[in-house]
């Protein structure tokens, strides 16, 4: 069975373009979780998605940052326009059930020059 | 606001050696903890997941011990092995499963041989 992908695995942009990234979880987990690293800091949450729907989405940084779940299955996080703050390992993760273990994917790498 | 806390940031053993990785955390109103790994480039594996009601989980050569009252946690490798190499990480989930994870920043692990 397949794991959490997530693509790219790497993106260069430069300020002020936009960027989508995405996310498939393991078929048949509702729960799908967004988090971030920027250099230097742990690991932080973003947002997480129960289906399609948005159970909490209390660590999003600002209103350029837009995730979807249609159809509750992939997601996508659209950052516009990025900024260099935006710089970071964005990683996916999804759990079948809400306080179960997190699975994550290897994560994409966005550079923002 | 939980805090996770590892020490060391980094530790290098040679081959053979038990160790003991070390995950603090503010809140002891935790809902379970999980210890993960990471390998460069990779994504977070996750190893053990304690629930707030356990002391302690066990997989082969790991097992991974929980003192809630003291909000510590602590992870054992036996007869460490080159490919234990990697960063560890631990994480808490608060006080309900709909809470998202808080990660600590790691342990960076080298195993010489």
């Known amino acids: 069975e397949a794991g959490v992908t997530q693509f790219p695995s790497h993106s260069v942009i430069e300020k002020g373009q936009t960027v989508t990234l995405r996310c498939d979880p393991i078929s048949g987990h509702d729960n799908l979780y967004w988090y971030r690293r920027v250099m230097g800091k742990e690991i932080k949450f973003l947002l997480h998605?129960?289906?399609?729907?948005?159970?909490?989405e209390s660590g999003m940084p600002n209103n350029r940052f837009l995730a979807e779940r249609t159809g509750g299955t992939y997601s996508t996080l659209k950052v516009q326009p990025a900024e260099l703050e935006d710089s970071g390992v964005y990683f996916c993760?999804?759990?079948?059930?809400?306080?179960?273990?997190?699975?994550f994917g290897a994560g994409t790498r966005l550079s923002v020059l | 606001k939980q805090e996770v806390t590892q020490i060391p940031a980094a530790l290098s053993v040679p081959e053979g050696e038990n160790l003991v990785l070390n995950c603090s955390f503010t809140d002891s109103a935790i809902y379970n903890l999980q210890w993960f790994r990471q390998d460069p480039g990779k994504g977070l594996t996750s190893l053990l997941l304690i629930q707030s009601s356990q002391r302690e989980q066990t997989s082969g050569r790991l097992n991974a011990s929980l003192d809630k009252s003291s909000g510590r946690s602590t992870l054992y490798i036996a007869a460490s092995q080159p490919g234990d190499s990697a960063t560890y990480l631990c994480?808490?989930?608060?006080?309900?499963?709909?809470?998202?994870?808080?990660f600590g920043k790691g342990t960076r692990l080298s195993v010489i041989a």
């Open positions: 993760a999804s759990s079948q059930d809400r306080g179960g273990i997190q699975y």
């Open positions: 994480a808490v989930r608060r006080n309900s499963g709909n809470t998202p994870l808080v």
């Open positions: 998605f129960v289906k399609e729907s948005k159970q909490d």
